[in-house]
């Protein structure tokens, strides 16, 4: 379960690390147990990771679904997703209509106002077109299912809050290009800006080719500390797009103390870079990943870069051959699971090893992503 709700900084962040530790052991020792003593029934259901084990333990779950809310961990555990909402089934896999989405599709459900617990009819792929754009208070529940989300920029969650996705196997997006998508009943978004906008935090941008911004290349609110190094900055036609930096909604009297450089980068078509704060090394020490190239070899480093390819190619195609007993995606997709549909199978270690990198990642966007890039 992703729980994508971070509102602010945690008063205690250490406790919840530690929280989490406990309860991840916990579940471990007691899936330890379960392989001891194979013929006891009281953990047969547990899995050793401690959301799983908070609702599959209860043979009757999908009469209560929406107690998966409670079963967070972590600095999201108090999102409420949909609860509280009305159950939407999702009965249609397309995504013809970004901009007026058919009911029944889950793109209808997800732009909707209220809270709304999102189940599914049946084993889906859902091929989207556009990006997904979510409205507040959802919860994606892909249990008992066999659902995949691919393509079309994937899902974007942006000023909302309370989103819960559980379940759910989301892999080969794509750029979804210029276009207009709801993201409300009553709103269209223009999806125009793709560059990173840094909020907080340290943030060292080294070794990329920026090309072709609308607004800016790299943005930033809240006093980030940004260490642009060894970068190539293409900057449009459009003479009043040529400034690589934009500091959002903050006034010059503010940011000239932020501390922004450009160190090695080469600047192109007229793209300009403006500095501020102190340039003293010790100021971007904390800014620092790896031991940055010289700009002159950028297309040397980034010559594998970028998506794996177009929607219609093969690259990293998913292939399992038969798939017995599930849903139909067609034959000769690309985008099959390494799975068999339905309930597939997953070892005690991988489920860990699984546990382990989603709940690295969300520590990561909480204690790093104090700079989260929009």
Same mark, same amino acid.
């Given at each position: 379960?992703?729980?994508?709700?971070?509102?602010?900084?945690?008063?205690?962040?250490?406790?919840?690390?530690?929280?989490?530790?406990?309860?991840?052991?916990?579940?471990?020792?007691?899936?330890?147990?379960?392989?001891?003593?194979?013929?006891?029934?009281?953990?047969?259901?547990?899995?050793?990771?401690?959301?799983?084990?908070?609702?599959?333990?209860?043979? *009757?779950?999908? &009469?209560?679904?929406?107690?998966? @809310?409670?079963? $967070?961990? +972590?600095?999201?555990?108090?999102?409420?997703? !949909?609860?509280?909402?009305?159950?939407?089934?999702?009965?249609?896999?397309?995504?013809?209509?970004?901009?007026?989405?058919?009911?029944?599709?889950?793109?209808?459900?997800?732009?909707?106002?209220?809270?709304?617990?999102?189940?599914?009819?049946?084993?889906?792929?859902?091929?989207?077109?556009?990006?997904?754009?979510?409205?507040?208070?959802?919860?994606?529940?892909?249990?008992?299912?066999?659902?995949?989300?691919?393509?079309?920029?994937?899902?974007?969650?942006?000023?909302?809050?309370?989103?819960?996705?559980?379940?759910?196997?989301?892999?080969?997006?794509?750029?979804?290009?210029?276009?207009?998508?709801?993201?409300?009943?009553?709103?269209?978004?223009?999806?125009?800006?793709?560059?990173?906008?840094?909020?907080?935090?340290?943030?060292?941008?080294?070794? *990329?080719?920026? &090309?072709?911004?609308?607004?800016? @290349?790299?943005? $930033?609110? +809240?006093?980030?500390?940004?260490?642009?190094? !060894?970068?190539?900055?293409?900057?449009?036609?459009?003479?009043?797009?040529?400034?690589?930096?934009?500091?959002?909604?903050?006034?010059?009297?503010?940011?000239?103390?932020?501390?922004?450089?450009?160190?090695?980068?080469?600047?192109?078509?007229?793209?300009?870079?403006?500095?501020?704060?102190?340039?003293?090394?010790?100021?971007?020490?904390?800014?620092?990943?790896?031991?940055?190239?010289?700009?002159?070899?950028?297309?040397?480093?980034?010559?594998?870069?970028?998506?794996?390819?177009?929607?219609?190619?093969?690259?990293?195609?998913?292939?399992?051959?038969?798939?017995?007993?599930?849903?139909?995606?067609?034959?000769?997709?690309?985008?099959?699971?390494?799975?068999?549909?339905?309930?597939?199978?997953?070892?005690?270690?991988?489920?860990?090893?699984?546990?382990?990198?989603?709940?690295?990642?969300?520590?990561?966007?909480?204690?790093?992503?104090?700079?989260?890039?929009?």
């Amino acid at each position: 379960m992703l729980n994508l709700t971070l509102p602010g900084q945690h008063p205690n962040p250490e406790s919840v690390v530690h929280e989490v530790q406990r309860k991840v052991n916990v579940s471990i020792a007691r899936r330890q147990m379960q392989e001891l003593y194979q013929s006891d029934e009281q953990f047969t259901c547990l899995t050793g990771n401690p959301i799983d084990d908070c609702w599959k333990c209860d043979s *009757n779950w999908h &009469t209560n679904r929406q107690r998966l @809310a409670d079963c $967070g961990i +972590g600095f999201g555990q108090y999102a409420l997703g !949909g609860k509280g909402g009305q159950i939407y089934v999702v009965t249609d896999s397309s995504d013809h209509d970004p901009v007026n989405p058919a009911p029944g599709t889950l793109r209808y459900a997800v732009i909707q106002v209220e809270p709304l617990w999102i189940v599914f009819s049946t084993n889906m792929l859902i091929k989207l077109n556009q990006e997904l754009i979510f409205n507040s208070y959802k919860t994606l529940d892909g249990r008992g299912a066999n659902v995949h989300i691919v393509g079309g920029g994937c899902i974007t969650l942006q000023y909302i809050t309370n989103v819960i996705i559980h379940n759910i196997h989301i892999h080969h997006c794509v750029q979804s290009g210029d276009t207009n998508v709801r993201s409300s009943p009553t709103h269209l978004r223009k999806l125009v800006q793709r560059m990173p906008r840094c909020r907080r935090g340290y943030i060292h941008v080294v070794n *990329n080719d920026f &090309t072709q911004w609308e607004m800016y @290349a790299i943005g $930033g609110s +809240g006093n980030p500390t940004i260490n642009s190094q !060894g970068n190539r900055y293409t900057a449009p036609s459009d003479r009043n797009a040529k400034e690589v930096t934009k500091r959002v909604e903050t006034s010059e009297e503010e940011w000239r103390g932020w501390n922004w450089r450009s160190e090695g980068d080469i600047l192109v078509n007229g793209a300009f870079f403006i500095a501020s704060g102190e340039g003293v090394e010790v100021k971007y020490e904390k800014a620092y990943s790896v031991e940055p190239k010289s700009a002159v070899l950028i297309d040397q480093l980034t010559i594998h870069a970028g998506v794996l390819g177009s929607r219609d190619n093969n690259l990293g195609k998913w292939s399992t051959g038969s798939n017995a007993g599930g849903s139909d995606f067609g034959s000769g997709d690309d985008l099959w699971d390494d799975m068999s549909a339905g309930r597939p199978r997953t070892s005690f270690t991988s489920a860990l090893f699984s546990l382990i990198i989603a709940l690295s990642s969300l520590l990561f966007l909480y204690q790093s992503l104090t700079s989260a890039l929009l």
